[in-house]
């Protein structure tokens, strides 16, 4: 393959990257997506494709949709068993942020929701709503008609916005409730992290990975002695993590988060969503292989400094 034809595709690699996260909700699965299809790219008589960026388009939108449909993954996303891969702001595989559509489309929350359509409309969903394809061009990549295109685009609208979706994020706001948040986990009072909750306030945690089942809470005041809980220092938790980590403000798939750091390296986040001044959602991820990207990045990038240790 030519110099030119590699970098043909080079061009392209954010953005299939992109699309494949949004479809699969793994930066690793992307990754490997879209690997398979720079190989089929290889492997094709490059020349006689007329666009290339339509090919694979199209290429990676179906290998991503034959993994969704695999029994392997049937099996690893069963409900309640499944969360999506976070990501740091600035990393490319977020992708397109010009609209409110495409930075609701990478939210933890819409991932999540996404997660419990089909997988054509969830294809279609992310082909018009991240990447503005026509119904025509959805019709040709997923080789449906532009009637059944339209259809499977009005279900899945109707499936977030009937869910909530996510709400644009005011930077400075975000920044005061985490560092609010912070200070009241350390802090000891249940009542002035129960103030932050909304009433119907939700969390959910990988539980780092020693648990077989996600934790999920639905009360306050659980939410907030389990986030307290988290806060309170014992020399296991120092030993499993090899010291006293440092926790850091940031964003995280368009939310604010609670960043644990020791050593240049994450150890677990806490990424709140946010419904107004006050928190809707929790998740808390801290089983290493969930986290391997954000790792990755956060050790590409200087950081300021942090609002204080963890313990």
Same mark, same amino acid.
Request: glycine share 6%.
């Given at each position: 393959?030519?110099?030119?034809?590699?970098?043909?595709?080079?061009?392209?690699?954010?953005?299939?990257?992109?699309?494949?996260?949004?479809?699969?909700?793994?930066?690793?699965?992307?990754?490997?997506?879209?690997?398979?299809?720079?190989?089929?790219?290889?492997?094709?008589?490059?020349?006689?494709?007329?666009?290339?960026?339509?090919?694979?388009?199209?290429?990676?939108?179906?290998?991503?949709?034959?993994?969704?449909?695999?029994?392997?993954?049937?099996?690893?996303?069963?409900?309640?068993?499944?969360?999506?891969?976070?990501?740091?702001?600035?990393?490319?595989?977020?992708?397109?942020?010009?609209?409110?559509?495409?930075?609701?489309?990478?939210?933890?929350?819409?991932?999540?929701?996404?997660?419990?359509?089909?997988?054509?409309?969830?294809?279609?969903?992310?082909?018009?709503?991240?990447?503005?394809?026509?119904?025509?061009?959805?019709?040709?990549?997923?080789?449906?008609?532009?009637?059944?295109?339209?259809?499977?685009?009005?279900?899945?609208?109707? =499936?977030?916005?009937?869910?909530? %979706?996510?709400?644009?994020?005011?930077? #400075? *706001?975000?920044? /005061? +409730? !985490?560092?609010?948040?912070?200070?009241?986990?350390?802090?000891?009072?249940?009542?002035?992290?129960?103030?932050?909750?909304?009433?119907?306030?939700?969390?959910?945690?990988?539980?780092?990975?020693?648990?077989?089942?996600?934790?999920?809470?639905?009360?306050?005041?659980?939410?907030?002695?389990?986030?307290?809980?988290?806060?309170?220092?014992?020399?296991?938790?120092?030993?499993?993590?090899?010291?006293?980590?440092?926790? =850091?403000?940031?964003?995280?798939? %368009?939310?604010?988060?609670?960043?644990? #750091? *020791?050593?240049? /390296? +994450? !150890?677990?986040?806490?990424?709140?969503?946010?419904?107004?001044?006050?928190?809707?959602?929790?998740?808390?991820?801290?089983?290493?292989?969930?986290?391997?990207?954000?790792?990755?990045?956060?050790?590409?990038?200087?950081?300021?400094?942090?609002?204080?240790?963890?313990?």
């Amino acid at each position: 393959m030519d110099t030119a034809t590699v970098e043909r595709f080079e061009a392209n690699r954010d953005r299939l990257a992109s699309l494949a996260y949004r479809l699969l909700g793994s930066a690793a699965d992307a990754e490997d997506v879209v690997q398979d299809a720079f190989l089929r790219w290889q492997a094709a008589d490059v020349g006689r494709i007329e666009v290339p960026e339509a090919w694979l388009t199209k290429i990676v939108t179906n290998l991503s949709l034959d993994r969704l449909r695999s029994a392997q993954a049937r099996r690893e996303r069963a409900v309640g068993d499944w969360l999506p891969e976070p990501l740091l702001e600035g990393d490319p595989m977020l992708g397109p942020a010009d609209t409110a559509e495409q930075r609701e489309s990478v939210s933890l929350a819409v991932l999540t929701l996404l997660e419990r359509l089909p997988p054509v409309e969830r294809a279609v969903y992310v082909l018009r709503e991240a990447f503005s394809h026509s119904h025509a061009e959805i019709a040709e990549i997923l080789d449906i008609t532009e009637s059944a295109s339209q259809q499977h685009a009005l279900r899945a609208r109707r =499936h977030v916005t009937r869910q909530g %979706g996510t709400a644009e994020v005011d930077r #400075a *706001l975000a920044q /005061r +409730v !985490v560092e609010a948040f912070v200070e009241a986990a350390a802090s000891g009072r249940t009542e002035r992290l129960v103030a932050l909750l909304t009433d119907d306030a939700t969390a959910v945690s990988d539980g780092a990975g020693l648990a077989e089942k996600l934790v999920r809470l639905s009360v306050p005041e659980r939410i907030a002695a389990a986030v307290q809980a988290a806060f309170r220092p014992t020399p296991t938790k120092r030993r499993l993590v090899g010291g006293t980590p440092a926790i =850091h403000t940031g964003m995280v798939n %368009g939310s604010p988060a609670m960043i644990a #750091a *020791l050593d240049g /390296r +994450v !150890v677990g986040m806490l990424i709140l969503e946010l419904r107004g001044d006050k928190i809707a959602a929790v998740r808390g991820m801290a089983f290493p292989a969930r986290i391997g990207r954000v790792n990755e990045e956060w050790g590409r990038r200087e950081h300021g400094e942090p609002l204080r240790e963890l313990w």
